[in-house]
C-alpha cells in the first residue's frame, strides 16, 4: 500500500542500473554523477583534523558553523556582487538535496505550482511532488547543436497558482546551459509576479567552450527573489561529504531554517571545516577539473558524431537520442548494459516531451583513453532499425 505523497513518484533506476553493471573493470561507468578527480589537497586533511576535534562532533550550531556560513557568504559576494549576511542569510545544509527539498517546504503548499524545465534532474521534480506541490514542466528544445528554453512555454504556463521557479543551470541531465536571454526572460516572470526563483546551483561553473557564467540573483531585482542552492559536491569533487547551503533573504532564510532543523536537525559536522577549505581553493582548482570534464565530452561527442548525441554545454552528464535509433530508454540502457559493457540511466522519468527517448551518459566518472571505444560499443548495442 503507498500513502498519497508517493503516487507517481517512480524509482530512480540509476541504482539499478549500477547494481546490473556490478564490479565488472570493462564496463564504461556512465550512469552515476561520480567523478575519479580528486578534492581539493586542504579539504582531505582538514577532514582528517576534524575527527579529533569535538567541535565537530557536535549537533550546534544546528544552521553550520560559522566560519563555513562566512566562506559561503563571500563566496557568493564572488558570484553576485550580492553581499549575504552569513548570521541570518545562510543556511548550511546536508547536501544541496536537503536544501531544495527545505526550500520547496518553505515557499509552497499543497497544491501550489512550481515550473521546472523538461528535462531535469529527476530529484527536482519528485521533490516538488513529495513537498505537495505540482511541477509544470517547460521544454528545452534541440535547436543548432544546443539545447534552448521554450520561452513562450514557460510564460504559457504561469498562473496563479505558481510560487516558484525551479531552475538548475547548467542542467542535468541535458547539460544545457540558460543563456542571458533565457535568464533575463525569468527574470522579468519572478518581478511581474513576485514568484521565488529557487536556483540549483550545483554545477554552476561547469561551464564549457568558453561560455559565460550568469547567477540569477546578479540581475536587477532578483537577489529578493532567489533561493540559491548549493554544495561542494560536483565542482569541488566532494560528494561524499554531504555539504551544501541555502542563501536567501533574510525573511524567507528564517523559513528555511526551520524546515532545516526539523528535517535534520544539524548538516554533517567533520565535513564543514572541508567546504570551507575547498571554497578557499584557488580558481584553477575548479577551473583545471572542468578543462578535464570538458576533454571527456569532447572524446565522446566526437566518437559518436554522425549519431544523435547531444552534446552538453555544461555539467557532468548528455544525453544520446534512442528513439531516433528505434529504441525506449528503458530497452536501450538494457542493451548498452548487456552487449555493449556501458551502463548509461534511462530518462523515461526525467521529463515529459524529453523523457523516455534519451538515455544519459555521465562522462565525469571515466578517463579519455577509457571511451576509444564507445562508438563500437554503442553501435554493437543498438543497431539501427
Known amino acids: ?101 527545505n526550500a520547496l517546504l518553505a515557499v509552497t503548499d499543497p497544491g501550489d505550482e512550481v515550473i521546472l524545465t523538461d ?62 536571454k533565457e535568464w533575463d526572460h525569468i527574470a522579468q516572470i519572478c518581478r511581474d509576479k513576485n514568484i521565488w526563483l529557487i536556483y540549483n546551483a550545483a554545477m554552476e561553473r561547469i561551464i564549457y567552450d568558453d561560455r559565460p557564467y550568469i547567477h540569477p540573483a546578479s540581475l536587477p531585482g532578483m537577489a529578493e527573489r532567489t533561493i540559491t542552492v548549493g554544495s561542494v559536491s560536483k565542482e569541488y569533487r566532494m560528494i561524499g561529504w554531504r555539504v551544501g547551503w541555502v542563501v536567501a533573504p533574510a525573511s524567507i532564510l528564517r523559513t528555511i531554517a526551520q524546515v532545516h532543523i526539523y528535517n535534520v536537525v544539524t548538516p554533517t559536522g567533520i565535513a564543514q571545516t572541508a567546504a570551507v577549505e575547498a571554497l578557499k581553493a584557488p580558481e584553477e582548482d575548479v577551473t583545471s577539473a572542468v578543462k578535464e570534464w570538458e576533454r571527456r565530452r569532447n572524446a565522446i561527442v566526437s566518437q559518436l558524431d554522425g549519431l544523435p548525441i547531444r552534446s552538453a554545454a555544461g555539467s557532468w552528464s ?57 562508438r563500437d560499443r554503442v553501435l554493437t548495442a543498438l543497431p539501427k532499425k
Open 1 to 101: 500500500m503507498t500513502v498519497k505523497r508517493l503516487e507517481g513518484i517512480p524509482g530512480f533506476s540509476i541504482d539499478r542500473v549500477a547494481a546490473a553493471a556490478g564490479s565488472d573493470p570493462d564496463i564504461l561507468r556512465l550512469e552515476n554523477l561520480d567523478t575519479d578527480l580528486r578534492p581539493p589537497a586542504a579539504a582531505i586533511e582538514a577532514t582528517r583534523l576534524a575527527v579529533d576535534d569535538d567541535d565537530c562532533n557536535s549537533y550546534l550550531p544546528f544552521t553550520g558553523q560559522t566560519v563555513l556560513c562566512e566562506a559561503v557568504s563571500d563566496h557568493l559576494y564572488k558570484q553576485t556582487n550580492h553581499r549575504y549576511d552569513p548570521a541570518t542569510e545562510v543556511v548550511i545544509t546536508c547536501g544541496g538535496t536537503e536544501g531544495m527539498f
Open 119 to 180: 528535462p531535469t534532474y529527476a530529484g527536482m521534480i519528485y521533490r516538488v511532488k513529495l513537498a505537495g506541490a505540482v511541477p509544470k514542466l517547460v521544454p528545452f528544445v534541440w535547436q543548432q547543436g544546443e539545447w534552448r528554453l521554450d520561452l513562450e512555454a514557460l510564460s504559457a504556463s504561469v498562473t496563479g497558482r505558481t510560487k516558484a521557479l525551479f531552475i538548475m543551470s547548467p542542467s542535468m541531465p541535458s547539460g544545457a546551459l540558460l543563456n542571458a
Open 318 to 374: 548528455m544525453l544520446l537520442d534512442v528513439k531516433a535509433m528505434g529504441y525506449d530508454s528503458f530497452k536501450a540502457s538494457e542493451l548498452l548494459l548487456a552487449k555493449g559493457k556501458i551502463a548509461a540511466t534511462p530518462m523515461r522519468d526525467w521529463g515529459n516531451v524529453n523523457s523516455d527517448q534519451f538515455v544519459r551518459f555521465v562522462f565525469s566518472n571515466e578517463p579519455v583513453p577509457r571511451l576509444h571505444d564507445i
